[in-house]
Every structure is written in structure tokens, then in C-alpha cells.
């Protein structure tokens, strides 16, 4: 129905710069959330932050106060992707994300969403 593959992961010092993709192709929705998640190991999958798209236009997005001022969420509705800049990137960022969509107006809950991408490894160096 939906299938969300993820790319750009890597390893960054800190303070250096990434940018997470994540494609989608298959069924479309005229209103959506895609949203980035991320798992450190024994630690439980975080909120990073979201896009809503409604009629082809941005019409919200939300960010966990973590990566507030740091990274940015943004897509490209030609391509039909979903970008995660992350900037001033710190140790703690250390993580697997994942990108997630849902036909939904938004929410910081993992259990809203119900496609997800494969996960693409973060490691910020210090």
C-alpha cells in the first residue's frame, strides 16, 4: 500500500550537519503526517518530529523540544519525499531513525502511525 525507504544516515562529529531521506511511493493521500522517530539501543522509540501535508501544501509541523532549532522538516511533493536536516548535531542525537506516515492530522505517538521506513543508523561522534 505504502512502502517509506530511508537513506542518508552515517557517521558526523558533533556540530556537523545530516540529511535523513525517506521516499514513498504507492497508494497517496490527499491528507497525511510523515514523521521522523528515533530508537537508541535500551531506550525507547522517540518523537523527532512531523509534517502534515493537506491538498499538496504544508500545513503544519511539530518538533520535539530536543531537536528544536536544530533540525528541520521538509518535503518535496515531486519526488514524493520527506526530509530530516539535521544541524549542530550533539552525541545524544546517536540513534536509529525512522520515518513513519500515517492519514492523520499529526501526533507524537509511534502507535498512530501505520507504515514505516527500514531505519537508517545516526552516530554523532564527540
Known amino acids: 500500500q505504502v512502502q517509506l525507504v530511508e537513506s542518508g544516515g552515517g557517521l558526523v562529529q558533533a556540530g556537523g550537519s545530516l540529511r535523513l531521506s525517506c521516499a514513498a511511493s504507492g497508494r497517496t493521500f490527499t491528507t497525511y503526517t510523515m514523521a521522523w522517530f528515533r530508537q537508541a539501543p535500551g531506550k525507547e522509540r522517540d518523537f523527532v518530529g512531523c509534517?502534515?501535508?493537506?491538498?499538496?501544501?504544508?500545513?503544519?509541523?511539530d518538533y520535539a523540544d530536543s531537536v528544536k532549532g536544530r533540525f528541520t522538516i521538509f518535503m518535496d511533493n515531486v519526488k514524493n519525499t520527506v526530509y530530516l536536516q539535521m544541524n549542530s548535531l550533539k552525541p545524544e542525537d546517536t540513534a536509529v531513525y525512522y520515518c513513519?506516515?500515517?492519514?492523520?492530522?499529526?501526533?507524537?505517538?509511534?502507535?498512530?502511525?501505520?507504515?514505516w521506513g527500514q531505519g537508517t543508523q545516526v552516530t554523532v561522534s564527540s
Open positions: 509534517i502534515t501535508r493537506s491538498a499538496g501544501k504544508t500545513v503544519s509541523r
Open positions: 513513519a506516515v500515517g492519514q492523520l492530522l499529526g501526533g507524537r505517538s509511534w502507535t498512530l502511525y501505520a507504515y
